[in-house]
């Protein structure tokens, strides 16, 4: 008898030599297993956390979407596809813009231009977002230019009125902005930019570059290149390098006019204007 309580004493304490350990490590690894828990609880906390943060900041720059007015005649033309997918692809919400057509002289389809480029900025002034931007249907993006619309809406906190986002100068590559310009193909308006362009288009003083008054004026980016003078320059978003994309010099910023697969829907009246620009 006394063998057999020996032999279950040195048993049990074999099993206590052998199990002890192995419990040990179970419970050693169950207790770091729970501070991990802890640990990566804390570390989704303040990823909540710095993620609010995040938007609270991007609201503060007014981060919602921002929308392309751009001027089209056809919709389904290839010079609208690729404007439309450039604006989309960088984040913009495309609004479009059809010109009622007044008749067929050049003259007559300048002025329905005129009158769709200013109804696009109405709906800039009218919609909620505190930036809109205005573009003609045939936009490339410049080769030196990676843009989006984070781009756009941070170049918006240095600007209070308008901005180039494509424009023709004559000014060198060594220049920057603020400068002004003609080329009314892509440009951003705040509300505040809306209503005092929309206000300054309609007066008849003072004499532009061509002989006219705002009012009587037939391109939009003679009147914008005036007004832009009166405040001494606007910002030009994108590159300031002339770009080889262009047919004529001086093309800056994100969005060139891509002349070489689609020309004017008007005349060669507009690239003797853009030739003839009025730098500041």
């Known amino acids: 008898m006394f063998i057999k309580l020996r032999h279950r004493l040195s048993t049990r304490k074999l099993c206590f030599l052998i199990l002890g350990p192995l419990l040990a490590a179970i419970l050693s690894f169950l207790s770091g297993y729970h501070f991990k828990l802890i640990s990566d609880f804390h570390a989704f906390k303040d990823l909540i956390t710095e993620l609010q943060s995040s938007k609270t900041v991007l609201s503060s720059l007014g981060y919602k979407k921002r929308t392309a007015y751009v001027v089209t005649l056809d919709r389904d033309s290839a010079r609208f596809r690729q404007t439309s997918q450039i604006l989309s692809n960088m984040g913009f919400h495309v609004f479009i813009v059809n010109p009622h057509p007044f008749g067929s002289t050049a003259r007559e389809k300048t002025l329905s231009n005129k009158i769709a480029l200013l109804k696009a900025v109405e709906h800039v002034l009218?919609?909620?977002?505190?930036?809109?931007?205005?573009?003609?249907?045939?936009?490339?993006?410049?080769?030196?230019?990676?843009?989006?619309?984070?781009?756009?809406v941070r170049a918006e906190a240095n600007a209070t009125l308008f901005q180039y986002l494509g424009i023709c100068t004559t000014l060198s590559s060594s220049e920057v902005s603020p400068m002004c310009g003609r080329c009314a193909h892509a440009m951003g308006f705040s509300k505040r930019g809306a209503e005092q362009f929309l206000t300054f288009s309609r007066q008849r003083q003072p004499v532009l570059a061509r002989g006219n008054s705002p009012i009587e004026e037939e391109y939009v980016d003679v009147i914008v290149d005036s007004w832009c003078q009166l405040n001494n320059g606007f910002q030009v978003v994108g590159p300031l390098q002339p770009s080889k994309l262009a047919v004529s010099p001086g093309h800056l910023g994100v969005f060139i006019q891509d002349r070489k697969?689609?020309?004017?829907?008007?005349?060669?009246?507009?690239?003797?204007?853009?030739?003839?620009s009025v730098p500041r």
């Open 261 to 276: 697969n689609f020309p004017s829907e008007i005349d060669s009246r507009k690239e003797a204007v853009d030739s003839d």
């Open 126 to 152: 009218r919609d909620q977002a505190p930036w809109g931007y205005v573009f003609e249907d045939d936009i490339v993006e410049h080769e030196l230019s990676r843009s989006s619309l984070t781009t756009f």
